[in-house]
Structures are given as C-alpha cells and as structure tokens.
C-alpha cells in the first residue's frame, strides 16, 4: 500500500510565476490536509479538504492560493504568481476519515515539494 | 490546542538513551499527548501517543506525570539514524484535525 505521494520534490520558480503541487493520498483516503513549513520552523496547517470540497481554507493566504481536491486525480495546492516569501517546503497529508489530533496515527504525511522561488 | 513547549536542540551519542522533555501547562482534560519525528526532506511521522502514565512500543515509551503537564519521549539505545527533528501535540478527539506543530527538538546523535 503506497503512502501518500507528492510531485515534484522540487520546484524551482522565477517571481510571478506559477507553481502547482500535487497529492496523491493514500489508498482508501478522502480526506487531504496542506501545511507549510518554513526553514527551522514546523508544519503550519493551510487548507483541509475532502473530495470536490473545500472544508477549511483558515489556514491559507487569502490571494494567489488555491487548493481542489476533485473527482478523480490527485489534489493540487496551486500558488499564482509566486513571490520569494512562498519558498517553503510544503506537506500533504491523508487520513480515512477526519484525522484529529487525539486519534493515533491521524494523518498520514507525504515527502513533500521544496518550492525555490527564485 | 495546548501550546507545547520544548528544548530547540540535543546531543547524544550512539547507544544512550535520550529523553526529550515537553512541556503543555494549558493541557485539557480530554487531550491525548501525540509524538511525531521528522527527518530530513521528509514528513513527519508519527512515533507515539499517550494519556496518561507510561506507553511502549518497538520504537520508543512515553512517561506522562500524574499532572499531565508535561511528558517525556524516551529513545533508548539511539543509532546515527534517528537523528531527526522531534514533535510534541496535544489535542482530544474533539479537537481540531488542524495539528499544530511547534519548532520541536532538534536531535544530533554523534558517533
């Protein structure tokens, strides 16, 4: 049973330009969580998601970012017009049902995208 | 979620055991103490969870006083391998699915 894969693994972007990060979570998983996380720092949450819906976005800047989970295919955490403070490594997560933190083994995490914005 | 707080760094050498100590004054009645690891280029991953007392799996235990307001991840017999950086939540089942993550402890295991 793969776990939850991410690509790429890096991603190199010139200012203004577009970065798009997919997730593919793990097999039997509906649920998809986004976090950032910046250099010496931990993961901060971003955006949670289900299929086709948006659960809870608190987490992520108002503009330039988006997140979709649909249908079918991998969720994608997309970032319009990139900007130098956007360099960040950034994490999914999966988990079968709502992964809260008081139930062991909550949510699953991929390797993650390292975004250099150049 | 209860704020946590822990040491930014350790050392140790191979084959001690190594205690990482964190602190959550602010825990509540229905929060569970979760553990996670995370090595370079990786996400983290998750080592273990408790309540109360003592807990002990193949990879590490987790000693929970009385008070609760603090827990101690405990590694025996480190290796070079589990260098990494090391993560103390707290949250309940009726918590957030939004996991906070301090900075966590990181761990440099020397040869």
Request: charged content about 20%; some cysteine; aromatic content about 10%.
């Amino acid at each position: 049973n793969a776990g939850v894969m991410q690509n790429p693994r890096h991603l190199v972007r010139r200012r203004g330009q577009e970065a798009r990060l997919r997730c593919s979570p793990m097999k039997g998983h509906s649920h998809v969580y986004w976090y950032r996380q910046l250099p010496e720092e931990g993961l901060k949450f971003m955006v949670y998601l289900q299929k086709e819906n948006i659960i809870d976005e608190s987490g992520m800047p108002k503009e330039r970012f988006s997140a979709e989970f649909p249908k079918e295919g991998p969720s994608i955490l997309r970032i319009q017009q990139v900007v130098r403070g956007d360099s960040a490594a950034y994490f999914c997560a999966s988990s079968p049902t709502i992964g809260l933190a008081g139930i062991e083994e909550t949510q699953y995490f991929g390797p993650g995208t390292r975004l250099l914005v150049l | 979620l209860a704020k946590t707080t822990q040491p930014i760094s350790m050392d140790s050498y191979e084959g001690q055991e190594v205690n990482i100590t964190c602190s959550h004054n602010n825990i509540a009645t229905n929060d569970y103490i979760t553990w996670y690891q995370q090595f370079p280029s990786q996400g983290p991953r998750f080592i273990i969870q408790g309540y109360k007392t003592k807990v002990t799996n193949e990879v590490a235990s987790l000693f929970i006083p009385a008070d609760r307001k603090s827990s101690t991840l405990s590694l025996p017999r480190v290796s070079l391998s589990d260098t990494a950086v090391y993560y103390c939540l707290v949250g309940g089942e009726d918590s957030s699915y939004k996991l906070i993550f301090g900075s966590g402890t990181r761990l440099l295991v020397r040869p």
